[in-house]
């Protein structure tokens, strides 16, 4: 199976809370999970990325949760500002194939 | 910090006409790769090229699509016989290695192309 299931489809949060996307996946043979983030009209960037032998990973106010067993992983983005208003995508590859499989994107609102 | 430079920015075309959209991958790069997104929707896999070949294709990426690599520096995608349908943005990526860890894909800003 080589889809990526992701959600909410949208979420709004106040100014400093903690948005939390969650993504599932199936194939066992993907190797690499990245997070983008796309701004209307501009092309998806890499935000964060994780392997799945680490269950955690931080990079600023980005962080990645990683469960193996289950199959998951989500993004939690800490005290969360207007400026992080955008669609985030989660999605997988796996080295055999040269190829990303995206999530269907969580449209993120922080308000003020 | 290098950039995937993709031109034109928004073409429309009538259905049935050829349209080529094209990309400067980012320098030292290896792999490139077309994705398209229909408005609204998740960003789907096209096709991924590599040492002037089509290593992988969607099932998306038919007979009418083609890419090509013709001088050393662009990566074009030419879609034949445009159809209603193929109206999304197209977004081009490049990475410099078998994307592992947090090598990463770097994406151009997209052409959107309209078909009418």
């Known amino acids: 199976q080589q889809q990526v299931k992701q959600s909410p489809q949208s979420l709004i949060v106040q100014k400093g809370g903690i948005p939390i996307i969650n993504c599932a996946y199936e194939n066992t043979a993907f190797d690499y999970f990245p997070w983008y983030q796309q701004f209307p009209g501009k092309g998806p960037a890499l935000l964060i990325a994780i392997r799945p032998d680490v269950s955690e990973k931080k990079e600023g106010r980005f962080t990645i949760s990683f469960n193996k067993s289950a199959k998951q992983f989500s993004l939690h983005i800490m005290d969360s500002q207007p400026g992080d208003s955008a669609t985030y995508f989660c999605a997988a590859h796996y080295t055999g194939f040269q190829k990303l499989v995206f999530g269907t994107g969580t449209r993120l609102l922080v308000s003020p | 910090e290098p950039e995937v430079t993709q031109t034109p920015s928004h073409q429309v075309t009538q259905m049935g006409q050829e349209v080529i959209l094209r990309c400067v991958p980012i320098s030292n790069h290896l792999y490139f790769y077309w994705y398209r997104q229909i408005l609204g929707q998740k960003v789907e896999f096209l096709v991924s090229f590599y040492n002037n070949e089509i290593s992988e294709k969607s099932e998306i990426f038919d007979d009418q699509f083609s890419v090509e690599r013709p001088d050393g520096s662009n990566f074009t995608l030419k879609i034949r016989s445009t159809k209603l349908e193929d109206s999304a943005m197209y977004f081009c990526?490049?990475?410099?290695?078998?994307?592992?860890?947090?090598?990463?894909?770097?994406f151009g800003s997209g052409t959107r192309l309209t078909v009418v």
């Open positions: 990526a490049s990475s410099s290695l078998r994307a592992t860890a947090s090598y990463g894909y770097t």
